[in-house]
């Protein structure tokens, strides 16, 4: 499967603290992307990378890809309650049929 | 949110009767994708449409069939629904392949 791989499955925290996840895909990408769902919802577009970028920057989200080591991290500084939530990446592979494919998700649970 | 909107937003059905879900987006997108959400499974594509009357087959297409008449308006149909099909199903839609996704706010299916 090409799905990409995320980590952990879960992570609780505390308010004001840093959350880390990471992504780990197989085969070579166009761009990674990152996506929120909250409970219940639709996924929400976060931040895309494409394969020449190391770094990006959204508010207080990091993202960086290391496309020798086929993964990437999401940071989200100084936590909220309102970050619970479950975080997906999602590449968009060199080769294959799928436009995107979406891991299966880090849920996030930040305490107040 | 982007335009997207899903109708029925929940549903319950006997197995063995035809279901169809609508997608209705106001982006003029020429990207549009039916994906279900099961868990321990994250998210999966069914099928996809690049454009009016083209559409192409996800991981999970089995028992499922799509139509796009128009940019606007994407069908998913479940020609005899099975217990199986039970989930939650989102539209997506993009402006490029491998693009960011916009979602629907999805659909609760559950076959009895």
């Known amino acids: 499967s090409q799905q990409g791989e995320e980590d952990p499955q879960a992570l609780s925290i505390q308010e004001g603290e840093n959350a880390t996840m990471n992504c780990s895909y197989k085969?070579?990408?166009?761009?990674l992307q990152w996506y929120r769902q909250n409970s219940g919802r639709g996924l929400v577009h976060l931040i895309l990378?494409?394969?020449?970028?190391r770094e990006k920057h959204s508010g207080r989200l990091r993202v960086t890809l290391d496309t020798s080591k086929k993964s990437s991290s999401l940071l989200i500084t100084a936590s909220r309650a309102a970050d619970t939530a479950s975080y997906f990446c999602?590449?968009?592979?060199?080769?294959?049929?799928?436009?995107?494919?979406f891991g299966k998700g880090t849920r996030l649970s930040v305490i107040a | 949110d982007a335009g997207i909107t899903q109708s029925p937003r929940h549903k319950v059905t006997e197995t063995g009767t035809p279901v169809t879900l609508r997608c209705h987006q106001t982006?003029?997108?020429?990207?549009m994708y039916w994906y279900r959400q099961d868990p321990g499974h994250g998210l999966r594509l069914i099928h996809y449409?690049?454009?009016?009357?083209?559409?192409d087959k996800g991981e999970v297409s089995d028992g499922y069939s799509v139509s796009r008449s128009k940019t606007e308006d994407f069908l998913l149909t479940l020609e005899s629904a099975t217990s199986s099909q039970t989930s939650v199903y989102f539209c997506a839609i993009s402006e490029s392949r491998g693009g960011e996704q916009y979602f629907g706010p999805g659909t609760r299916l559950t076959v009895t």
């Open positions: 085969t070579s990408i166009n761009n």
């Open positions: 999602a590449t968009d592979f060199n080769s294959g049929n799928t436009p995107l494919v």
């Open positions: 449409s690049y454009g009016v009357k083209d559409t």
């Open positions: 990378i494409r394969s020449n970028e």
């Open positions: 982006e003029n997108h020429r990207y």
